[in-house]
Structures are given as C-alpha cells and as structure tokens.
Nanobody, 124 residues
C-alpha cells in the first residue's frame, strides 16, 4: 500500500526548534518531488518547502532562513527542520509527494500522495 507517514509534531514555545519526518513506502517516490505543506484553521493549504527528485530545495518566503528540508533517497524520507518557530507557524503539516516540476512545484495540485498530517502548535 502506497503511503506517507509523518511524525514529529507537537507543542513548542516560540523560538524553539522542531523536526518533522516523513517516511514513504514505494521506491518510485525517489522519482518524485517530496515536500511539506501546512494548513491552519480557516485557511487554505499552503506550500512550505519541497525538494525535487534531484534534491534541489524550494521554500516559501515565510519560512526561508528558518526551516530546512532534506531528503534521503536511500531511506525514502523527507525531513523538515523547523528553527526559530513562530506562533504563525501553527498548523497541521502534511508530507506530500508527486510528479511536480519546477513550474508547479509549489502547487499542492501537483502532488499525488499525502500523509495524514501532524499538528504543530507554537505558543507565545
């Protein structure tokens, strides 16, 4: 069964660090972009960060310089290191994978597979 499984969410204070991990089943994920999106209450799902199948990384302006995405094509995992978190980072974070290309790599519609989501809550 094809699936993505996230872990690592939780409650942290502003300024702290948190690391999210996502494991994928299926070797074909190596050929896909793998990344992270988030959705806060009452808001649309938004792009956070992603890596192309060649491991080029892309970030939303709101997290650039604070978050770092990394992938391991041997283990088929993608991690999101979140540093200096802010209350506005509070959301459900979703791991995603799909045949995204440069022109649509920030578009959630380009991702075919999604994890169940993990809650990240940042307090003041």
């Amino acid at each position: 069964q094809v699936q993505l499984v996230e872990s690592g969410g939780g409650l942290v204070q502003a300024g702290a660090s948190l690391r999210l991990s996502c494991g994928a089943s299926g070797s074909f994920f190596r050929n896909y972009a793998m990344g992270w999106f988030r959705q806060a209450p009452g808001k649309e799902r938004e792009f956070v960060a992603t890596t192309s199948r060649s491991s080029y990384s892309y970030y939303a302006d709101s997290v650039k310089g604070r978050f770092t995405i990394s992938r391991d094509n041997n283990k088929i995992t993608v991690d999101l290191q979140m540093d200096t978190v802010k209350p506005e980072d509070t959301a459900v974070y979703y791991c995603a994978a799909g045949p995204a290309i440069l022109s649509n790599i920030r578009n959630p519609d380009a991702y075919s597979y999604w994890g169940q989501g993990t809650q990240v809550t940042v307090s003041e």
